[in-house]
């Protein structure tokens, strides 16, 4: 769903908080990964904002990153950005360049929830944007909606949730970022899920989403869609049914004003719809699929016959307590990257899913330490796993970036990250970030 990045700005939310913060159950740290787009160097800046909108100026980042490279910069770090701080931050480059954002919360046991995102470039910034999945107490689910201003100038932001609920914030500040939490979003009931559409006057903003489960120490996290991420067509490149614990669902939402026939079709071939009113959603779950067997992974296009919709994957495990969302994706590309790729990092492993959306290829991703690896013949909507756990070429407690490519054919990928078991929610997903063939 990402388009190309420029190399103008990259705008990009912070959605959990940008140095250390403390409450009564958590301690939480965000950190980002930034990855260069060209053969050259890349100069970067890095310019936070607080809860006030207002610059931290003595927190700037100015820093060079190689080219084909990405470095990691982890906010607990910067120790010229007060404690408590909860804010967002843009990041400039005079090269094309990606990011994603990594949460974690921790708690006094030191079990975690984590959550990754991918970074938004300032042509993606929109005056409206959807968000699928919106809950509130729901089987212990309430989301945060981090708003971000992408402008120059102030701007007023309106939330409405499927059900009549409206939230608002005037004023926001350039760079300044506002977090929506459901839980307490005036008349919203407990229980309650649905869908919601962001509304900016004034200027342009991007958008994020959190799903958190407190209690079961989960956290689910995707980026909001603007209009040019829907479309009626999507594609899903990883869904399970009982897949070593794991399964998924899709919850749908159409964005016109008419009623549409969505239809998602398995890449095994069995099909499952839904007429979906003009701004509402369904969850398609896999589990509930008896048609698909027992420990299946594949992937899957859903259309929608007369209206654009946005979809979002949740990933869960219930026996270790692992979650992770990502979005589908409306738009393909012939390049994608993943600005974060691990082997034995800290106990972390990563795995990059990559669907064939054009003629039957083979895919090939290469890494930022210059090694490469192929798939087999792919044929169109055909996936493959690239594991970095079982890649002889990568070093123990490798981390990295990697770009993939399918022959010039279309494609779309995911990366999933996950940390040991027993640590808590440390399952992570993030879009691979379409990008242009590498430039001097």
Request: glycine letters at 12%; a neutral charge.
């Amino acid at each position: 769903m990402k388009k190309i990045l420029s190399a103008a700005l990259l705008v990009f939310v912070l959605a959990g908080l940008g140095a250390t913060v403390t409450s009564a159950q958590f301690t939480s740290v965000t950190s980002f990964q930034v990855q260069n787009l060209s053969d050259q160097t890349a100069t970067i800046a890095l310019v936070f904002y607080d809860a006030s909108g207002n610059e931290v100026v003595a927190a700037t980042v100015t820093d060079t990153i190689g080219g084909n490279l990405s470095k990691l910069y982890t906010q607990a770090n910067n120790t010229n950005l007060p404690t408590g701080f909860n804010g967002s931050v843009v990041i400039s480059s005079d090269r094309p360049v990606a990011a994603i954002g990594i949460q974690e919360a921790k708690n006094a046991s030191n079990k975690v929830y984590q959550g990754t995102y991918s970074g938004f470039g300032s042509d993606q910034a929109s005056d409206t944007f959807y968000i699928p999945t919106v809950m509130k107490a729901f089987y212990g689910y309430t989301t945060q909606i981090s708003v971000q201003n992408a402008g120059s100038t102030n701007v007023n932001v309106t939330i409405a949730y499927k059900g009549g609920y409206t939230d608002s914030v005037t004023g926001l500040k350039p760079g300044q970022v506002h977090r929506f939490d459901n839980a307490s979003t005036p008349g919203m009931p407990s229980g309650y899920i649905g869908s919601a559409t962001v509304a900016a006057t004034g200027g342009q903003v991007v958008a994020m989403v959190n799903q958190n489960n407190v209690a079961a120490l989960q956290q689910q996290t995707y980026e909001g869609f603007s209009a040019a991420g829907a479309g009626g067509t999507l594609y899903t490149p990883v869904l399970m049914r009982g897949f070593y614990g794991f399964n998924t669902s899709v919850q749908v939402q159409n964005i016109g004003a008419g009623s549409s026939l969505v239809e998602i079709t398995y890449s095994n071939g069995v099909k499952s719809s839904r007429t979906i009113a003009g701004g509402d959603g369904f969850l398609f779950t896999q589990q509930n699929e008896t048609r698909l067997p027992a420990s299946w992974i594949g992937s899957a296009v859903i259309t929608s016959a007369s209206e654009d919709i946005v979809a979002v994957v949740n990933q869960q495990n219930a026996s270790t307590g692992k979650a992770a969302s990502y979005n589908a994706f409306a738009n393909t590309g012939t390049r994608f990257v993943g600005p974060n790729v691990m082997k034995a990092f800290y106990g972390f492993n990563t795995s990059v899913q990559v669907q064939n959306v054009g003629s039957p290829t083979t895919c090939t991703a290469t890494f930022s330490n210059g090694t490469t690896q192929t798939s087999p013949t792919l044929n169109q909507y055909g996936t493959f796993l690239f594991t970095q756990q079982n890649n002889a070429a990568l070093g123990s407690s490798f981390i990295g970036s990697v770009s993939v490519t399918c022959g010039g054919q279309p494609m779309v990928a995911i990366v999933n990250q996950n940390g040991p078991d027993g640590a808590g929610d440390n399952a992570m997903a993030y879009n691979a970030i379409q990008a242009q063939a590498p430039v001097d």
